[in-house]
């Protein structure tokens, strides 16, 4: 496995530790686990799309077909990170996330096509490291806001994405 899907797929089981923690066994939110989970997830979002993604198109000229499935899932994946979390939200977030993470990960996977592309570039590696948290906004909870993966997924497929 290279350098660089083994740090993605490193992030992938401390994003997993993160959400275990936030979610409480009395089916509350650990607050502080909760805001590192959503800031790291936003955060890998980023790196997929700006670096990985980004730069497998400018090589191809194209992007791999997959990735219109995996910017659905993050469109869909970022809007259930705006209303505040509870179980149920959770639960969504959880639905879409893992089998999202499997389909990256692995000697198949999307991360192992996109090296076959890029190569163990040591830069690619520097920028992913170098990749900041994004600036988190308050919770939103009013009427527009989206609660449920069936309606993240929907919302999401409906943007035009390269």
């Given at each position: ?61 194209e ?40 389909l ?39 009427p ?19």
């Open positions: 496995m290279s350098a660089i899907q083994r740090e993605l797929e490193n992030d992938h089981r401390r994003l997993e530790a993160l959400f275990r923690a936030a979610l409480l066994p009395d089916g509350t939110i650990e607050p502080e686990s909760y805001r590192a989970f959503r800031a790291g997830l936003l955060r890998h979002i980023g790196i997929e799309e700006k670096i990985l993604f980004a730069r497998v198109r400018e090589r191809l000229g992007p791999l077909p997959v990735f219109r499935q995996l910017r659905i899932e993050h469109g869909a994946l970022a809007s259930l990170l705006v209303p505040t979390p509870d179980h149920a939200l959770m639960h969504e977030i959880r639905t879409i996330l893992e089998p999202h993470d499997a990256e990960e692995g000697e198949t996977g999307v991360y192992a096509r996109c090296l076959e592309v890029l190569g163990d570039d040591p830069a690619i590696l520097a920028a992913i490291r170098a990749f900041p948290e994004p600036p988190l906004n308050a919770h939103y909870d009013g527009r806001a989206i609660r449920t993966a069936q309606e993240a997924l929907a919302s999401s497929a409906k943007q035009k994405f390269r």
